[in-house]
T-cell receptor
Framework: DGGITQSPKYLFRKEGQNVTLSCEQN?????MYWYRQDPGQGLRLIYY???????QKGDIAEGYSVSREKKESFPLTVTSAQKNPTAFYLC????????????FGPGTRLTVT | AQTVTQSQPEMSVQEAETVTLSCTYD???????LFWYKQPPSRQMILVIR??????QNATENRFSVNFQKAAKSFSLKISDSQLGDTAMYFC?????????????FGKGTSLLVTP
C-alpha cells in the first residue's frame, strides 16, 4: 500500500536532548513537508523540501533541522535549541507544484520533560 | 503574508442536518488554491475538498460543498446530511508560494461535533 509512515507514534525525551522524527513515503512524491500542531494553533510549517538534497525553512524553523538525502525520506531533528518542543508533528508529501494535494502521515506526538 | 481565519472555534450539528463552517483569507494573489482538511479523533489529516480560485464554479464532493466568494475572500464549507463520522476538526488552508515551491497556510480550525 502506498502512503506515508511516521515513527514512532509517541516519543518521550528529556530536556536538552536532540531527537529525530522519521518520515518515509512510497508515493514517489517529490515534495515533502513538516508541520507542527499545537492546541488551538492549527498547523504551522517547519521545513519543506521540493526535491532531493534541497530544503527550505518554513515559518517556525528555529530549533529544528532536516535532511533530504533520499526521495523517500525526510527526517526532522528537534534540537535542544527548540524552546517548546512538546507538540504533535505531522509529515506530508505531494507531487509538488501549485495546487496539488498534500498527503499526511499519522503524526508523532513528542513529549519533552 | 497570507492569513487564514476560521472564526468558529467550535460548532455542533444534529445528525442529518446541514452545517456551514466559515473561512476567510487574505492574499494579494489572483490565482491560488484553497483546501478544506478534516482531522478526526485519530488525528489523521484527510483532504475534504479543493477549490481553484480561477474557477467560478464552487467545488463539490458528495455531501461536502464550498461557497467560494473570491471578491470577499471567503471560502465556507457546507456539510449536508451530517453524519456521526463527520465529527472532527476542520481546517481551512491556503496554498502559498514559498521560495522554491508551494506550502499550505492553515487556519486554527473549527471543532465540529455531530450529535445523534
Amino acid at each position: 500500500d502506498g502512503g506515508i509512515t511516521q515513527s514512532p507514534k509517541y516519543l518521550f525525551r528529556k530536556e536538552g536532548q536532540n531527537v529525530t522524527l522519521s518520515c518515509e513515503q512510497n508515493l514517489n512524491h517529490d515534495a515533502m513537508y513538516w508541520y507542527r500542531q499545537d492546541p488551538g494553533q492549527g498547523l504551522r510549517l517547519i521545513y519543506y523540501s521540493q526535491i532531493v538534497n534541497d530544503f527550505q525553512k518554513g515559518d517556525i524553523a528555529e530549533g529544528y533541522s532536516v535532511s533530504r538525502e533520499k526521495k523517500e525520506s525526510f527526517p526532522l531533528t528537534v534540537t535542544s535549541a527548540q524552546k517548546n518542543p512538546t507538540a504533535f508533528y505531522l509529515c506530508a508529501s505531494s507531487i509538488g507544484g501549485r495546487g496539488h494535494e498534500q498527503y499526511f502521515g499519522p503524526g508523532t506526538r513528542l513529549t519533552v520533560t | 503574508a497570507q492569513t487564514v481565519t476560521q472564526s468558529q472555534p467550535e460548532m455542533s450539528v444534529q445528525e442529518a442536518e446541514t452545517v456551514t463552517l466559515s473561512c476567510t483569507y487574505d492574499t494579494s494573489e489572483n490565482n491560488y488554491y484553497l483546501f478544506w482538511y478534516k482531522q478526526p479523533p485519530s488525528r489523521q489529516m484527510i483532504l475534504v475538498i479543493r477549490q481553484e480560485a480561477y474557477k467560478q464554479q464552487n467545488a463539490t464532493e458528495n455531501r461536502f460543498s464550498v461557497n467560494f466568494q473570491k471578491a470577499a475572500k471567503s471560502f465556507s464549507l457546507k456539510i449536508s446530511d451530517s453524519q456521526l463520522g463527520d465529527t472532527a476538526m476542520y481546517f481551512c488552508a491556503f496554498m502559498k508560494h514559498e521560495n522554491s515551491g508551494y506550502a499550505l497556510n492553515f487556519g486554527k480550525g473549527t471543532s465540529l461535533l455531530v450529535t445523534p
